[in-house]
């Protein structure tokens, strides 16, 4: 079965990170990005993922809202995503592990909610992993 999956986050880069890194963001972001530009083991994971973080459907409301771009307060790159994906599970299995490593930013950086879920699974980066917290409602009141 497909499933619609959304993903919301936003973490600063290690300012070592290298520039096929730095591409393949790009080539996920729909950039013309040639694939050779890319370093050998982020070609072979996101072959044909071309615009992956970009991706948007009429299942969540909003549209697509990612972009990296370089801060020269912290001589470093920062990546915002929001997008969503049927079949997303790649998310999980494929991007945020290998984000993680690349990630500056540590602890909390955002949630994923998948359309069979009540409640979002939040998303931590923690020594170069990448953890989900599940969480469940344990009251409700309002703002």
């Known amino acids: 079965m497909s499933v619609y999956t959304e993903l919301n986050l936003a ?67 920062h990546l915002v995503v929001r997008m969503n994906h049927k079949n997303g599970p790649g998310i999980n299995s494929s991007f945020l592990p290998w984000l993680a490593i690349l990630s500056q930013t540590q602890g909390y950086v955002g949630y994923i909610r998948s359309e069979l879920e009540e409640c979002p699974r939040l998303v931590y980066f923690l020594n170069g992993k990448a953890v989900e917290i599940t969480i469940q409602e344990t009251s409700r009141s309002e703002l």
């Open 11 to 77: 973490c600063e880069l290690k300012q070592d990170t290298r520039t096929p890194k730095i591409n393949t963001l790009r080539y996920l972001l729909g950039e013309a990005v040639e694939l050779n530009g890319l370093d050998e083991e982020s070609r072979s994971r996101f072959e044909g993922w071309s615009g992956f973080l970009i991706c948007s459907s009429y299942y969540f409301p909003g549209g697509a809202l990612s972009r990296l771009y370089f801060d020269d307060i912290t001589e470093s790159y």
